[in-house]
């Protein structure tokens, strides 16, 4: 009944995204690659995924852009964000946290960091989802007439 959760890779370089996708085979989750922010951006629009693993440094719209934008629609704001990441001065870390991600990983990838954070977050938006969708039942319930 419950579909395998989906993680959406966003690297514009083939070879950090192959990586990852198969770092990801380790995780019971459905892996879907984008090449592009833009790309990323209709992927989210057309289908949603679970988590975005997110490239900063991309050409046409950077990381930190396409983050504020998934993090600024009402329909994927919460969507969990990692940011994938060479940049470890402080601004740029700083622009991830402002441009709204969830978490940051350092490249290289450490594979065992990137899958442990991976399964951590599709736990956080699984549970999330779970509230979500009890208090909308609780809020259905207090909808209904008493009966006497």
Not at 6 to 30: G, S
Not at 59 to 71: A, D, H, L, M, T
Request: net charge negative; charged share 25%.
């Amino acid at each position: 009944m419950d579909q395998k959760p989906k993680v959406l890779v966003v690297d514009d370089n083939p070879q950090n995204l192959e990586l990852i996708l198969a770092y990801l085979e380790d995780i019971d989750c459905q892996s879907i690659p984008a090449e592009g922010g833009q790309e990323a951006l209709d992927i989210i629009k057309q289908n949603p995924p679970d988590l975005v693993l997110l490239d900063v440094m991309m050409p046409k719209i950077s990381g930190f852009e396409v983050c504020k934008r998934i993090k600024n629609n009402p329909q994927s704001a919460d969507i969990p964000v990692i940011m994938v990441t060479a940049l470890n001065e402080m601004g740029d870390i700083e622009k991830a946290i402002n441009s709204g991600t969830d978490d940051f990983l350092s490249k290289p990838v450490n594979k065992w960091e990137l899958l442990t954070r991976v399964k951590t977050m599709l736990k956080l938006k699984h549970l999330s989802d779970q509230l979500e969708r009890t208090l909308a039942y609780l809020s259905e319930i207090e909808q209904q007439p008493l009966e006497s």
